[in-house]
């Protein structure tokens, strides 16, 4: 089937302006999961959704960045007012909520902010 | 929260031989282990996982060891080929349900 989606693949945007990433995880998957990738770095977790549950939001870096997920599947990240620094590779990962709880991860979407 | 650390942070090694990535962890309730490996461009994937009840396990020719008594945990890669070149990532599952990463090692197999 279908895997884990994202788009834009790019972005290119002006510092001081708001971004929208969207996921689309595999259908069926409760998990959803948003982490950012630096330049060379690891994946910092940003967020974490499980089913109908109240998100797990400890990793969001400042009170620009928000998500929203809605009817358990598809998921929004938004960056306000976006910095430079904020230049990354975003991606989504989703898993189901059996035991295996392999995460499978979306293609990215590579932002930059001039 | 979990903190996770992994090295080396690069690592080359002469095709054919063996390759070693240790991670540490600070959670001791943290109970899955999985590496993922990440081509230049591409999104991770999972090439293997082990879970606290376990101390070892593999898969041809890759293995991960378990120690939760000291809290750490290896990846090994043995008779490395070219195409093994990439970026592996470790984490731990915390007690929340989260996945905490590793900074990666750059593994380049020289032919």
Do not use: M
């Not at chain 1, 834009?8 to 001081?16: C, I, L």
């Not at chain 1, 595999?26 to 630096?38: C, E, F, P």
């Not at chain 2, 093994?84 to 990463?101: H, I, K, L, M, P």
Request: hydrophobic fraction near 30%; charged fraction near 20%; aromatic fraction near 10%.
């Amino acid at each position: 089937g279908a895997g884990v989606s994202q788009s834009p693949s790019n972005k290119v945007t002006e510092k001081g302006k708001d971004v929208e990433l969207r996921c689309d995880p595999i259908s069926g998957h409760t998990a959803l999961y948003w982490y950012r990738q630096s330049l060379g770095q690891g994946l910092e977790f940003l967020i974490y959704f499980q089913g109908n549950s109240a998100p797990d939001k400890s990793g969001l870096p400042s009170d620009r960045f928000s998500a929203e997920r809605t009817g358990g599947s598809v998921s929004t990240l938004t960056i306000q007012r976006t910095q430079q620094e904020d230049s990354a590779v975003y991606l989504c990962a989703s898993s189901s909520s059996t035991a295996n709880n392999e995460q499978f991860f979306g293609p990215g979407t590579r932002l930059t902010v001039l | 929260g979990e903190n996770v650390e992994q090295h080396p942070s690069t690592l080359s090694v002469q095709e054919g031989d063996s390759a070693v990535i240790k991670c540490t962890y600070s959670d001791s309730a943290s109970n899955y282990f999985p590496w993922y490996k990440q081509e230049l461009g591409k999104r991770p994937q999972l090439i293997i996982d082990i879970r606290s009840n376990v101390g070892e396990k593999k898969d041809q020719r890759i293995a991960v060891t378990l120690n939760k008594t000291a809290k750490h945990f290896s990846l090994h890669i043995t008779e490395t080929q070219p195409e093994d070149s990439a970026v592996y990532f470790c984490a731990a599952r915390g007690t929340g349900n989260q996945f905490y990463f590793g900074t990666g090692t750059s593994l380049t197999v020289i032919p």
